[in-house]
Structure formats: structure tokens, C-alpha cells
């Protein structure tokens, strides 16, 4: 599996608790799709904000998935601001370098307010289940094809 961005081969790492396809080049991240059917909303009950939290601002890149080379597509994620490129095909997300550390650190500096004690990196680890489910990913497709 190549990097979309430099062509080289991703390592299969566990970051954050997450298994991801890491590229040592621009330390940017290919995370797979995750063979979830739609999942059950009290797992994800972080509070109104987060139902609120769809996604805004989409366009094309000109990176291609690593899996089928359909060119990613780009998309922000409102409740983190985090920014995610997405294959079409839903083979999976793209990460840049240390995205995933911001974020994280954005969800410890929330957790006091959390009505659910969840620990921020649990937390993350919800959250890419969520996005990596089949319905996200159908949500996702609906924003791009209107
Ligand atoms: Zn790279
Ligand atoms: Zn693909």
C-alpha cells in the first residue's frame, strides 16, 4: 500500500491505540474502513454537541486512494475541526501528520465537560469506529453527491 501523497510503502503502526498504515515520509496516516454495520447511538452519546457535529466544506484533492486510486476526497469534521480526506469507494480515510495527536489533545482539554467520564484516547477510539462504520461513510457519500 502506497502513501497517496508520496508513493511510499505505509507500515502498519498502532497510534492512539488505533491500528493505521503510517507513512515514515510525511508521518501522515491511511486508515482502513471498518466492517461496521450502523451502530447503536447511546455508544456514542458524547452529548448534543455531537449530534450537532455533521461535516462541512467538501472538495476533491488530487490524492488518490491507496487502495483503489479513486482521487480522495477532502472533508472537515466540525466538532474537532479535524480535516480528513476520504475515499469515495469507502476504502478508508487519510490522515495528515499528527492530526490525530491535535485532536486528541483538544478531547483532554474537553473532558471535564463530558457528561459520560470517557478518557480522551477511548474517546478517539469511538469516534474513528463511528467514522469508519458503514453509515458514516453513506453520510459522507450523500454530502458529496448532492
Ligand atoms: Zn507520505
Ligand atoms: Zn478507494
Known sequence: MKCPKCS???LPTIRHKIKVNYCQSCKGMWLEHD??????DEVFDFGDRW??????GSAATS?????CTALL????YRF??????????QHGYWLDEDEDTKV???MKREEADLQRKLLAEDKWTATLAHMRSRSFFSKLRDLFHK
Not at 35 to 40: G, I, Q
Not at 63 to 67: A, L, S, T, V
Not at 73 to 76: A, C, N, S, Y
Open 8 to 10: 511510499v510503502d505505509l
Open 80 to 89: 474537532y475541526n479535524l480535516e480528513m480526506e476520504f475515499c469515495p469507494n
Open 73 to 76: 476526497q477532502r472533508f472537515r
Open 63 to 67: 490524492h488518490k486512494c491507496p487502495e
Open 35 to 40: 466492517e461496521l454495520e450502523e451502530l447503536e
Open 51 to 56: 449530534k450537532g457535529s455533521l461535516v462541512i
Open 104 to 106: 486528541l489533545e483538544l
